[in-house]
């Protein structure tokens, strides 16, 4: 298929059609010139749709990387045959940068905080990737090109001051969010009774939510309530989070399934 037919069948409106053709053309680019190149920072339903598209496009090129390997938001990066991914990592031009953020004691900022400072400051948010709450600030992921305007302007968080320093990406230290660890049995593993148990609302609810469109498996959309589901499947729900469903063990003595998830609170 050519550009104009990838885009047809996998862009899903008119702002995703445009991000799926910068994709494409950074592809296209890294081919011909054999240079590394790579988009902004994806979210994770950004990224189920765009790995679809390059799948038909370009099997087996690009990958995926937010600067440390469980990142939330990643980018593609495309290089060339002679370019492995850790000296890419590891390049002064890799575009993947990381910065250290200090604020005073007792300053309890969140995520949120940092984000809209960021975004204050005019970037936009493909140029953020994650941002790592620690003890004394955060760890932020940003795209290389934003680090002399962040060292050079970025100044508070809210009133409280911030001091910048560079940090390599294997000093990164992401904890893990906590988890809530479920056990359940479903008359079969079915979408609507697999969100039922994950989130611990009704399965009517659940089938609401699935047919309004606030359901997405695996980062992709789906509608589908008695959609057959897998173990390591990841659902995500607007206003309720994400789980994740780990085992489908066997059946108890009623003959129901039983399901072993994890729900992120």
């Not at 050079?152 to 294997?170: A, F, I, M, N």
């Not at 009774?193 to 498996?217: Q, T, W, Y």
Request: hydrophobic share 40%.
């Amino acid at each position: 298929m050519n550009k104009t037919q990838l885009l047809d069948k996998f862009a899903a409106d008119h702002d995703s059609r445009l991000l799926l053709a910068r994709i494409l053309d950074q592809q296209t680019r890294g081919q011909q010139r054999g240079i590394p190149t790579h988009t902004g920072f994806l979210s994770p339903a950004q990224q189920a749709q765009s790995a679809d598209l390059l799948m038909a496009a370009a099997p087996g090129q690009g990958i995926l990387s937010g600067g440390y390997p469980d990142a939330e938001r990643k980018l593609w990066a495309f290089l060339p045959d002679w370019f492995e991914e850790d000296l890419w990592l590891l390049d002064e031009n890799c575009p993947l940068q990381a910065l250290s953020v200090t604020v005073p004691t007792g300053a309890s900022l969140t995520h949120r905080d940092y984000l809209g400072s960021l975004m204050g400051l005019g970037l936009s948010r493909e140029k953020i990737g994650d941002i790592l709450l620690t003890p004394t600030g955060a760890q932020i992921i940003v795209l290389e090109e934003t680090v002399p305007i962040l060292l050079s302007q970025w100044e508070k968080v809210g009133r409280y001051p911030v001091s910048l320093t560079r940090l390599p990406l294997d000093q990164l230290t992401p904890t893990p969010g906590e988890i809530k660890m479920i056990r359940a049995t479903v008359a079969s593993p079915r979408l609507d009774a697999v969100l039922s148990a994950g989130f611990s609302i009704p399965r009517s609810r659940a089938a609401d939510l699935i047919r309004a469109g606030r359901v997405m498996v695996n980062h992709r959309p789906c509608d589908k309530t008695d959609k057959t589901v897998q173990e390591g499947d990841t659902f995500t729900c607007r206003g309720l989070g994400k789980c994740v469903l780990r085992e489908i063990g066997g059946t108890s003595k009623r003959g129901r399934t039983i399901l072993a998830l994890d729900r992120y609170l």
